[in-house]
């Protein structure tokens, strides 16, 4: 199954088998999902349950419910690990990253459904008027509903199911490898710069070309790239060695200017590197 649009995947048919299964075990919605959101593949096509589709339609939350999904996505992609949360409507929904070479390339999502906590009355009172309140609790009554056991189990689960299908080459980028040696290169050498042509030289590509590609596959630029890698390199330094000056740091890490370094530091992790030492020590 290939699907394209600014990315280009290649799913192979075990994949949708997978999703197909799960979705069928458990009875719920389980879909593939590219870097910038986009529906890619859902298990058995299972469309999103009556409860949410009278939802977003009648009460029109339609962009409140894709603007949660992209703010979600941002989350588990910064933190590299899977996210469970509760929805605006009360159910439950879960993510997990797709990572090729240790960098996000999708999303498989996982929902809607509820726990046994999760009730219609904690539900805000405009949803649930006295004309639609039986509509309204017939549908979410038909929501599958799981222990908080068992969705820690089902996160187990999932795991091993994405782990499984990128260490099976079951889902792949073809472009992906072109830029693997300057990924390589990147993260083996942070404190290196590379300007952008010497990283086009690196892989064969023009700059513009290895420019396009390059933020395509990994949602940033060459430069930006590195930076988070320094910056990476300078939580290691600072969590190894949490006596070393910052200006050593600053330099371990390929910045000559120790200020430079520390506002470009607290820009990406919200505090200063000598909090962030503090915080250890």
């Not at 959101?37 to 409140?64: D, H, M, S, T, W």
């Not at 080459?169 to 300007?195: C, K, N, W």
């Not at 506002?263 to 030492?277: D, E, F, V």
Request: glycine share 4%; net charge positive.
């Amino acid at each position: 199954m290939k699907a394209k649009h600014q990315l280009d995947y290649v799913l192979q048919p075990e994949v949708q088998k997978m999703l197909g299964h799960f979705s069928s075990l458990l009875n719920v919605r389980i879909g593939f999902f590219s870097l910038e959101g986009r529906e890619v593949c859902v298990g058995l096509g299972r469309p999103i349950c009556a409860y949410c589709r009278n939802l977003r339609g009648k009460f029109k939350l339609e962009n409140q419910c894709r603007a949660l999904d992209r703010r979600m996505f941002g989350q588990v992609r910064k933190k590299g690990r899977p996210v469970r949360y509760s929805c605006h409507a009360n159910l439950t929904e879960i993510i997990l990253p797709v990572q090729l070479a240790e960098r996000c390339i999708g999303f498989v999502m996982v929902g809607q459904f509820r726990t046994s906590e999760q009730t219609l009355e904690s539900l805000p009172k405009v949803w649930s008027n006295p004309s639609q309140a039986a509509e309204l609790r017939r549908y979410y009554a038909e929501t599958p509903v799981f222990s908080n056991q068992q969705v820690d189990d089902m996160i187990h689960m999932l795991r091993l199911m994405v782990q499984f299908i990128t260490d099976h080459y079951l889902v792949s980028m073809p472009d992906f490898d072109v830029i693997q040696p300057l990924i390589e290169q990147i993260e083996a050498h942070p404190e290196q710069t590379l300007t952008l042509k010497e990283a086009a030289a690196l892989i064969g590509r023009s700059p513009s070309s290895l420019s396009h590609l390059f933020k395509n596959l990994t949602g940033s630029s060459v430069r930006q790239f590195q930076i988070a890698r320094r910056i990476e390199e300078a939580d290691r330094l600072l969590q190894t060695f949490p006596q070393m000056p910052i200006k050593e740091v600053a330099e371990r890490t390929g910045f000559e200017d120790p200020l430079y370094f520390s506002r470009l530091y607290r820009q990406h992790r919200g505090h200063s590197p000598s909090a962030k030492r503090a915080s250890i020590t």
